[in-house]
C-alpha cells in the first residue's frame, strides 16, 4: 500500500525547502539565463541562422530554457539530499515509514516543478527579446517534464552517491554541465563535423532539447518521436538505477 | 507479556570489526529498559539497526512483534527514536517540522492537536514559530523529542539523551521521560551517565565489544556485587594496618583509608575491633552502596582482561 500521505509530505518539503530561498533557486538562474541569451543574440543574430526562416535568438530560447530546466531539477534533488546528510537531517527521513519507491517519486517530483518554474520564468522574460508563439504546447511541456525527471532522478543518484560537496560538485561540472552545453542549446548537430554528430546522439540531454524545441519552433534535429524514445528510456533506465541504490541502502543505510 | 523488542542473534560486522557478535534478548512491552556501554560497546549500531538505520550482517530485530527490515512500515510506525547529534533542518520552524514528521508517518491534519499538545508538555509552544537554526541546544533536544513522538510510537528511543545537557533540563527530560512510561510507552534509553540508567530503568543491559555482559533487573544487577566501601580516617596516618586488613583496603592517602567489604563475610564491627586492638582511633566513618558504576565497571573491566 502506497503511503500517500508520506510522498506528499516530502515532496511538499522539498517545494518549501527551494521555494524560501526563491532568489537563489529560481530568480538567479532565470538572470543567468538571460545573460546567455543577450550575449550570444546579440553577438550572433546577424552571422547564424540554424533553420530557414528562423532567427538565432528564436532557436536559442528553447534550449536556453531547457537547459535551465534540467540544470535546475538536478541541482533541487542533489542539493538537498547532500545538505541533508551532511547535516545529518536525512534521519527523519530514514526514520520514517517512506519507501524508496516514494522517496524516489517525490523529490523527483520537487525537482520537476523547480524546472518548470525556472523554465517558465527564462522563456517568460526571454519574450521581451522575441515573441516566440509555441507550436506544439503538448510536446514543449512533455519534453521539459521529461527532461527535469531524468535530471531530478540523476540529482537523486548523485545527491545518495556523493559523500561530500566536492564530490557532488565534481559530478556537476563534469557531467552535468558538459553534457548540457554540448546537447545542441547552441548549435544545430547538424553543423558539426560526421564524428561529433555521431557522438551527439549519444547524449540524452540532446534529445530533450531538441523534443522541447520541436515543441516551440515545430522545427528539430530528429523526429520528437525518436526523442520520445530515447529520452523515455533514459529516464527509466536512470530511475531503475536510483530504485535499486535507494533500495539496497546505498550509502544511506549502511 | 508481549515483547516490544526482540533483537534475535543480530550481528554486525564492518570488514574485520565485529561490532556486534549475536546479541539475542527481548524488552518487554512497558518497560523502562536501559542500554549501557563504554563507547564502541555496539549501543549506536544496535539502536540504529532497530531504527533500520543500519542492516544486520545477520539476524533479525523485531520490533513489535515487525521484522524491521521486512515489515519496516510497520515496525517503524511503532518506533520513535531520539537520535544522539542535535540534528535539525535549517530551512523549517518548530512547527513546520513537526507536521512534516507527522506527514512522512502518514498522519494528516488530524494529528494537529497532538503535535500542539507536544509543543505544549516539552515547554515549546513559544518557540513554535521559529527557525530551528534559531534555538538553544536544549530547544533543539526537545525538538527532536517531539519529533520522535508525532505519530504516538509505542516504543521509544532515546540515544543518549541528556548528553551536554545542563542540569535543569537533564531533571525535565527525566521527569517527562517518566511521564511517557507511566503514559503506556516502552522506553529504551541508552546512556553514558550510569546515574541515569539506575535512577530511571527497571531493566538494564550492559554491553561490551559487541556482546551482551550482563542483562538483568536493576536489584538484581546490583545484587551481583555485594560490597560495600568503609571509608575511614584513622588518628594515625602513618601506622600499618592489621595484616588482615590490609587484603581490604582499595584505596589510602594518609590517614584516609578506603575499605572493600563483602556484605555476608566481611562485617564492619569485626573491622573496628581489629583496628581499635592495632592501636588506631577512628577519627570519621562512612559506608557506600556499589553502585551500578561499580558493576559497570567490574564487567566492562573483566571483559578488557
Given at each position: 500500500m502506497i503511503n500517500w500521505r508520506g510522498l506528499y509530505t516530502v515532496f511538499r518539503k522539498e517545494v518549501m525547502r527551494f521555494l524560501k530561498v526563491t532568489v537563489q533557486t529560481v530568480l538567479t538562474p532565470v538572470v543567468t539565463a538571460l545573460l546567455y541569451l543577450l550575449v550570444f543574440a546579440q553577438v550572433l543574430e546577424e552571422h547564424v541562422q540554424i533553420y530557414p526562416g528562423i532567427p538565432y535568438t528564436a532557436f536559442l530560447i528553447p534550449g536556453l530554457t531547457m537547459m535551465s530546466v534540467i540544470q535546475n531539477a538536478f541541482a533541487n534533488s542533489s542539493s538537498s539530499l547532500i545538505q541533508s546528510k551532511m547535516t545529518g537531517n536525512l534521519v527523519f527521513l530514514l526514520l520514517s515509514p517512506v519507501s524508496p519507491g516514494e522517496f524516489m517519486v517525490a523529490f523527483v517530483a520537487a525537482a520537476v516543478v523547480r524546472g518548470l518554474l525556472v523554465g517558465a520564468g527564462v522563456f517568460l522574460v526571454a519574450q521581451f527579446f522575441i515573441t516566440l508563439p509555441v507550436s506544439h504546447?503538448?510536446?514543449?511541456?512533455?519534453?521539459?517534464?521529461?527532461?527535469?525527471?531524468?535530471?531530478?532522478?540523476?540529482?537523486?543518484?548523485?545527491?545518495?552517491?556523493s559523500d561530500k560537496f566536492e564530490q557532488l560538485a565534481a559530478f556537476q561540472n563534469f557531467v552535468v554541465l558538459p553534457l548540457s552545453f554540448l546537447s545542441g542549446v547552441f548549435y544545430s548537430i547538424h553543423s558539426l563535423p560526421s564524428l561529433w554528430e555521431q557522438v551527439s546522439r549519444f547524449n540524452p540531454f540532446f534529445y530533450m532539447i531538441d523534443g522541447f524545441r520541436y515543441g516551440i519552433l515545430g522545427v528539430s534535429d530528429v523526429s520528437p518521436w525518436v526523442s520520445l524514445a530515447v529520452g523515455g528510456t533514459f529516464v527509466l533506465v536512470v530511475m531503475a538505477i536510483c530504485l535499486v541504490m535507494l533500495r539496497t541502502g546505498y550509502k544511506l543505510r549502511q | 507479556m508481549t515483547e516490544a523488542v526482540r533483537f534475535q542473534e543480530v550481528r554486525k560486522d564492518y570488514g574485520e570489526l565485529h561490532a556486534l557478535r549475536g546479541v539475542d534478548f527481548a524488552i518487554e512491552e512497558g518497560e523502562f529498559f536501559g542500554l549501557l556501554g563504554p563507547n564502541g560497546a555496539g549501543k549506536s549500531t544496535l539502536i540504529n539497526i532497530m531504527a533500520g538505520l543500519v542492516r544486520p550482517t545477520s539476524g533479525r530485530i523485531l520490533v513489535m512483534g515487525y521484522d524491521v527490515v521486512r515489515q519496516y512500515r510497520h515496525s517503524r510506525d511503532a518506533l520513535g527514536v531520539v537520535p544522539q547529534e542535535l540534528v535539525y533542518d535549517p530551512f523549517f520552524t518548530v512547527r513546520e517540522m513537526l507536521r512534516l514528521q507527522s506527514g512522512y508517518f502518514g498522519r494528516g491534519p488530524e494529528n494537529e492537536?497532538?503535535?500542539?499538545?507536544?509543543?505544549?508538555?516539552?515547554?515549546?509552544?513559544?518557540?513554535?514559530?521559529d527557525n530551528l537554526h534559531d534555538?538553544?541546544?536544549?530547544?533543539?533536544?526537545?525538538?527532536?523529542?517531539?519529533?520522535?513522538?508525532?505519530?504516538?510510537?509505542?516504543?521509544?528511543?532515546?540515544?543518549?539523551?541528556?548528553?551536554?545537557?545542563?542540569?535543569?533540563?537533564?531533571?525535565?527530560?527525566?521527569?517527562?521521560?517518566?511521564?511517557?512510561?507511566?503514559?503506556?510507552?516502552?522506553?529504551?534509553?541508552?546512556?553514558?551517565?550510569?546515574?541515569?540508567?539506575?535512577?530511571?530503568?527497571?531493566?538494564?543491559?550492559?554491553?561490551?565489544?559487541?556482546?551482551?555482559?550482563?542483562?538483568?533487573?536493576?536489584?538484581?544487577?546490583?545484587?551481583?556485587?555485594?560490597?560495600?566501601?568503609?571509608?575511614?580516617?584513622?588518628?594515625?596516618?602513618?601506622?600499618?594496618?592489621?595484616?588482615?586488613?590490609?587484603?581490604?583496603?582499595?584505596?589510602?592517602?594518609g590517614a584516609s583509608v578506603t575499605l572493600r567489604l563483602h556484605k555476608l563475610d566481611d562485617q564492619i564491627g569485626a573491622v573496628l575491633d581489629a583496628l581499635k586492638q592495632a592501636g588506631q582511633s577512628i577519627v570519621d566513618l562512612r559506608t557506600r552502596d556499589m553502585g551500578l558504576e561499580d558493576v559497570f565497571l567490574e564487567l566492562t573491566h573483566e571483559a578488557a582482561a
Amino acid at each position: 500500500m502506497i503511503n500517500w500521505r508520506g510522498l506528499y509530505t516530502v515532496f511538499r518539503k522539498e517545494v518549501m525547502r527551494f521555494l524560501k530561498v526563491t532568489v537563489q533557486t529560481v530568480l538567479t538562474p532565470v538572470v543567468t539565463a538571460l545573460l546567455y541569451l543577450l550575449v550570444f543574440a546579440q553577438v550572433l543574430e546577424e552571422h547564424v541562422q540554424i533553420y530557414p526562416g528562423i532567427p538565432y535568438t528564436a532557436f536559442l530560447i528553447p534550449g536556453l530554457t531547457m537547459m535551465s530546466v534540467i540544470q535546475n531539477a538536478f541541482a533541487n534533488s542533489s542539493s538537498s539530499l547532500i545538505q541533508s546528510k551532511m547535516t545529518g537531517n536525512l534521519v527523519f527521513l530514514l526514520l520514517s515509514p517512506v519507501s524508496p519507491g516514494e522517496f524516489m517519486v517525490a523529490f523527483v517530483a520537487a525537482a520537476v516543478v523547480r524546472g518548470l518554474l525556472v523554465g517558465a520564468g527564462v522563456f517568460l522574460v526571454a519574450q521581451f527579446f522575441i515573441t516566440l508563439p509555441v507550436s506544439h504546447v503538448g510536446w514543449a511541456l512533455l519534453f521539459a517534464a521529461m527532461g527535469s525527471a531524468f535530471l531530478g532522478t540523476l540529482g537523486v543518484v548523485a545527491g545518495v552517491s556523493s559523500d561530500k560537496f566536492e564530490q557532488l560538485a565534481a559530478f556537476q561540472n563534469f557531467v552535468v554541465l558538459p553534457l548540457s552545453f554540448l546537447s545542441g542549446v547552441f548549435y544545430s548537430i547538424h553543423s558539426l563535423p560526421s564524428l561529433w554528430e555521431q557522438v551527439s546522439r549519444f547524449n540524452p540531454f540532446f534529445y530533450m532539447i531538441d523534443g522541447f524545441r520541436y515543441g516551440i519552433l515545430g522545427v528539430s534535429d530528429v523526429s520528437p518521436w525518436v526523442s520520445l524514445a530515447v529520452g523515455g528510456t533514459f529516464v527509466l533506465v536512470v530511475m531503475a538505477i536510483c530504485l535499486v541504490m535507494l533500495r539496497t541502502g546505498y550509502k544511506l543505510r549502511q | 507479556m508481549t515483547e516490544a523488542v526482540r533483537f534475535q542473534e543480530v550481528r554486525k560486522d564492518y570488514g574485520e570489526l565485529h561490532a556486534l557478535r549475536g546479541v539475542d534478548f527481548a524488552i518487554e512491552e512497558g518497560e523502562f529498559f536501559g542500554l549501557l556501554g563504554p563507547n564502541g560497546a555496539g549501543k549506536s549500531t544496535l539502536i540504529n539497526i532497530m531504527a533500520g538505520l543500519v542492516r544486520p550482517t545477520s539476524g533479525r530485530i523485531l520490533v513489535m512483534g515487525y521484522d524491521v527490515v521486512r515489515q519496516y512500515r510497520h515496525s517503524r510506525d511503532a518506533l520513535g527514536v531520539v537520535p544522539q547529534e542535535l540534528v535539525y533542518d535549517p530551512f523549517f520552524t518548530v512547527r513546520e517540522m513537526l507536521r512534516l514528521q507527522s506527514g512522512y508517518f502518514g498522519r494528516g491534519p488530524e494529528n494537529e492537536a497532538w503535535l500542539g499538545e507536544l509543543l505544549e508538555v516539552l515547554d515549546l509552544s513559544h518557540k513554535a514559530d521559529d527557525n530551528l537554526h534559531d534555538l538553544s541546544g536544549g530547544m533543539k533536544r526537545r525538538v527532536l523529542i517531539a519529533q520522535a513522538l508525532v505519530h504516538k510510537p509505542q516504543v521509544v528511543v532515546l540515544d543518549e539523551p541528556t548528553a551536554g545537557v545542563d542540569v535543569e533540563l537533564r531533571m525535565a527530560l527525566w521527569h517527562f521521560t517518566r511521564r511517557l512510561h507511566a503514559a503506556g510507552h516502552t522506553i529504551v534509553l541508552t546512556t553514558h551517565y550510569l546515574e541515569e540508567a539506575e535512577t530511571l530503568c527497571d531493566r538494564i543491559a550492559i554491553l561490551h565489544h559487541g556482546d551482551v555482559r550482563a542483562l538483568d533487573s536493576k536489584p538484581a544487577l546490583l545484587a551481583r556485587h555485594p560490597y560495600r566501601l568503609l571509608c575511614l580516617t584513622l588518628s594515625d596516618g602513618e601506622k600499618p594496618l592489621p595484616p588482615a586488613l590490609e587484603r581490604l583496603v582499595t584505596e589510602r592517602e594518609g590517614a584516609s583509608v578506603t575499605l572493600r567489604l563483602h556484605k555476608l563475610d566481611d562485617q564492619i564491627g569485626a573491622v573496628l575491633d581489629a583496628l581499635k586492638q592495632a592501636g588506631q582511633s577512628i577519627v570519621d566513618l562512612r559506608t557506600r552502596d556499589m553502585g551500578l558504576e561499580d558493576v559497570f565497571l567490574e564487567l566492562t573491566h573483566e571483559a578488557a582482561a
